[in-house]
């Protein structure tokens, strides 16, 4: 009894001199995770990228070579990595523009109940299968969907058949042209977007905005000059979201669109169908180069400075 | 890191060694039951009666042998090769497209076809096929198979059914008059690269191809070329099943390349569809059952190989998948529900018409060297993707 109480507090007494020791021992674990497992087997995949398939026997050859990442600028696979990030910024861009008037006004005058209901709407479609969401986006934009319909109904069919005409955005309905492709990202990556913004949003002392009332803005300097500036951080890190979110899926652009190959489809099927996991690896490579650009650039214009 | 890599090495030897190696023949005789197995197949090969009451060829099997059946469903072939590469599987429904390549990874194992009483009642046209019988030895039991049809709207075409592929390949105007741009599908997958060689064989016969499988440069830019005209007729690519469905009741789809699984699933829906075997011939697939080299369960697996061959399964799964079995009885003995015009119907006739998937490789038969699978795959995104 009294040698186990001695060995315990004699424990707890190095522990109370040298507090490293205990600091040590209680990072360790997760370090160990995030290094070993999270980022380690992400290193592991990214090696693979440094490796290169056997034009004859189709095998993966394990010397380092940058000829996978030669093969990234091949005119196809180029497409795929110009189709997806210019996909990922116009979702990006679209979700920011819808997000922020939603977010205002739940952070600034949405109150008590009304406040509970706006959270609900915006939380809600999370909610719900994934998948379920895009295969109903899917019948939405059917050529003989509920949207056709409508247009059909109103007599503005017309205007849809001119959109659709368009090259490159349009097609032969909305649920195999881009712009289908586009309309359910928006959707599905939405509230990644509003939430945070609206966290940003409810910072704002309204303090600030009346000193800028009193020293003569008007209300559209106020928006442009106090308050965009301090929710950017909000508007970054939901861009981080959606960007990224955009960028890695496989799923929204083989349910809806002309099925040309996103980056998310292309790892999945390079690595899965055709065995050359070294050219899977080099495009997943692409969304991390690209993401830190992109945070480079958001530090530089001081995005992350209020945090 | 040396040290480590050696006592990898060592380690892994070691097991190896003290594994108990089916590999170097096969089992020779059964003992009872181990009472579980583990089986990967494609979704709605293995009923137990959950989706659909009728539909059960699980449950007498497991009362009878004890053997409680888990399955693991995949969706690809090349899902199904990566889970037996995992291991911890007995046996897999493997398509033509990934037996060989598991064959020629050792991942599955010789079967003794004496140990499975029934194996003389399957059909003598799948017994030795190429697509499991390799070097003289069975890698499996047969299953199911079924070819790619060409499957049409009715209210499009009217009386005048699509003879030919080139419906879906070359633009003209169908017989409703308007054009096939925009309404025709074809599959998403690099194998349908062999169905453009398929149609080249009988419109190109200069081209010389044996083969949809083995394609030299030639020939495979020549394919590739029909794809891309293909693309502009195509807006959206067909790659799960009940897409496709939704497709032809939503986007007023006129023909595609299918499988007779939708079409009796269109057809059951009152929807105007109906397919043919274009005069060009069909490509098609054949599944096998393969066991795992490691199998645990070796007496289940093989009683379980024995039960596919004897039971209600063939008949019962081919009215459910419309595919065809590969006891011919089945069709007609009334084990299960299938009938001889059922099987009539989902092409158990025209065997011949076939040219069954395989994993195109560069050391082909027909010629000196052909282009090998993964470039299929690249080029073919690059199709799809308007290159």
Sequence with gaps: ?307 | MKQLLKTTAVVSVCASIAAPSFAEGMVTELGAGEGELNIVAWPGYIERGETVGDFDWVTKFEETTGCMVKVKTANTSDEMVALMNEGGFDLVTASGDASLRMVAGKRVQPINTALIPSWDTIDDRLKEAPWHFVDGTHYGTPYMWGPNILMYNTEVFGDAPPKSWSVVFEEQNLPDGETNSGRVQAYDGPIHIADAALYLMTHKPELGIVSPYELNADQYTAALDLLREQRKLVSRYWHDAFIQIDDFKNEGMAASGSWPFQRNLLQGDGAPIASVIPEEGVTGWADTTMMHVDSSNPNCAYMWMEHTLSSNLMSDLSVWFGANPAVPAACTDGRGMQTAKGCTKNGFDDFEKVSFWTTPVTRCESQDECVPYYRWVSDYIGVIGGR
């Design chain 1, 1 to 307: 009894m009294s040698e186990t109480a001695t060995v315990s507090s004699r424990i707890s007494d190095s522990f109370w001199r040298r507090p490293t020791i205990l600091l040590l021992l209680l990072v360790t674990p997760p370090l160990l995770w995030l290094g070993i497992v999270y980022l380690g087997s992400l290193f592991a995949l990214l090696a693979q990228s440094f490796f290169s398939i056997d034009e004859f026997t189709g095998l993966v050859r394990y010397e380092f070579t940058l000829k996978t990442y030669a093969e990234l600028f091949r005119a196809s696979n180029f497409d795929i990595l110009v189709r997806t990030i210019v996909m990922a910024s116009a979702v990006t861009i679209a979700s920011a523009i819808i997000a922020f008037p939603i977010a205002y006004y739940a952070a600034r005058y949405a109150k008590g109940r009304w406040k509970a209901v706006f959270y609900l709407g915006i939380m809600l479609p999370l909610w719900s299968s994934y998948l379920v969401k895009v295969y109903s986006w899917k019948l939405i934009l059917a050529k003989e969907g509920i949207l056709n319909w409508l247009f059909e109904t109103l007599h503005l069919s017309w205007i849809l058949q001119a959109y659709l005409a368009i090259p490159v955005v349009g097609g032969n309905s909305l649920s195999v042209s881009w712009t289908g492709t586009f309309l359910v990202f928006v959707y599905v990556w939405l509230p990644f977007m509003i939430l945070p913004v609206q966290a940003a949003l409810e910072r704002v002392p309204p303090s600030m905005l009346e000193a800028s009332g009193d020293l003569g803005a008007s209300s559209s300097q106020t928006l442009r000059h106090v308050i965009l500036p301090l929710a950017l951080p909000g508007i970054i890190a939901g861009s981080i979201f959606t960007f990224s979110l955009t960028m890695g899926d496989y799923i929204i652009p083989q349910i809806v669109g002309t099925s040309a190959r996103m980056i998310g489809q292309a790892v999945y099927q390079f690595q899965g169908t055709a065995g050359n996991i070294p050219l899977a690896a080099a495009f997943a490579v692409v969304p991390i180069f690209v993401m830190g650009i992109y945070l480079t650039l958001a530090k530089r214009a001081g995005a992350f400075d209020a945090l």
